[in-house]
């Protein structure tokens, strides 16, 4: 591979990349790739053969690698072969072809995915500029496209996602990644769904704290217990006034536990209660039921008879022949 030289000394010398690299390719293109063409950009400037062996050695990526990224370049019109290497090609000059070319030319793909990569840097810029002043460590823009590929995100709800982050004081890769991965798992693509979610985080956390009041609990709860409450209000939609009458239950109990109150609504969902008067109702049957046993019980059961005594064994045979 064969790079046209620009005598200028590497100490003295910088790589310019255009800011169309960072809004238009890098969000698409696999991270080993973009180490590839980087490269390859820098060594543009000197005339030298650049062997491919060579690059997997400078890189440390395998040579697969290496031949896949070449490729990915070429079908992104950034790199051209020849027969003694390869030219680096404008990247301004290709968007201003883009942006210029005739729209009974473009397909209703082509002028969608035009749309949707106008939309997304975008997106990319907002979060540059309201959460990292408009400077963005370049790291982040794989990330970001990772997470929406991989969560389907809709580009509101990534700017919350930044947002919620930001707000927590956390705007950190892993904790970014942390919430993210929980909205996927409670099925939120797109803002009405977030909003949802946020509703329904909303109403667990009120009842929870109605909870701990109720208890007399001087702190918040544990994961584990708010997990219970959630279990409660999400699975089993009950409200707190359902709740609260399992609540008093446990009065008589020294400490009472979030397990014997979820025995209590387990089994009033199992029994299909939607309403508080369809568990009183229960209750009071259940109350009056065992009343019944027990007046029953103290009537036949508790009785005590006087036991007869028998001094000859041989009078409970009645037919015994004198």
């Known amino acids: 591979m064969k790079l046209e030289q620009n005598d200028l000394l590497p100490l003295f010398s910088s790589t310019n990349i255009p800011d169309i690299f960072f809004t238009e390719y890098l969000p698409e293109a696999n991270g080993d790739f973009i180490k590839v063409y980087l490269y390859i950009l820098f060594l543009s400037k000197y005339d030298k053969d ?15 690698v290496i031949q896949d990224a070449i490729k990915y370049w070429e079908s992104q019109n950034i790199i051209t072969k020849k027969n003694t290497g390869f030219i680096i090609n404008n990247m301004q000059e290709i968007e201003l072809n883009h942006l210029y070319k005739p729209r009974v030319a473009l397909s209703s793909e082509q002028i969608q995915k035009s749309l949707e990569s106008q939309k997304r840097a975008k997106t990319l810029e907002y979060i540059s500029t309201k959460f990292f002043s408009g400077l963005m460590p370049t790291t982040w823009y794989p990330d970001i496209e990772l997470w929406f590929k991989k969560y389907q995100f809709d580009d509101e709800v990534m700017i919350a996602l930044f947002e919620y982050c930001f707000d927590k004081s956390k705007l950190h890769r892993n904790y970014v990644q942390a919430v993210a991965d929980a909205w996927s798992k409670n099925s939120i693509k797109t803002y009405t769904e977030l909003e949802l979610y946020y509703e329904k985080q909303e109403k667990i956390t009120k009842i929870a704290n ?27 939609d009950f409200s707190f006034d359902i709740i609260e009458i399992a609540l008093k239950r446990t009065t008589s109990k020294v400490n009472p536990s979030f397990d014997y109150i979820d025995k209590l609504l387990s089994d009033w969902h199992d029994r299909k209660f939607k309403t508080p008067e369809q568990v009183q109702k229960f209750l009071l049957d259940m109350k009056q039921k065992n009343k019944d046993i027990k007046e029953l019980e103290k009537k036949t059961g508790y009785q005590k008879y006087d036991q007869r005594t028998y001094d000859n064994l041989d009078n409970l045979y009645a037919n015994k022949k004198p």
């Open 50 to 64: 650049i062997k491919v062996n060579d690059l997997c050695k400078k890189l440390g990526l395998p040579l697969t």
């Open 210 to 236: 109605m909870i701990s009041k109720k208890l007399g609990l001087a702190r918040q709860l544990s994961q584990y217990e708010f997990a219970y409450v959630e279990k409660w209000v999400v699975d089993f």
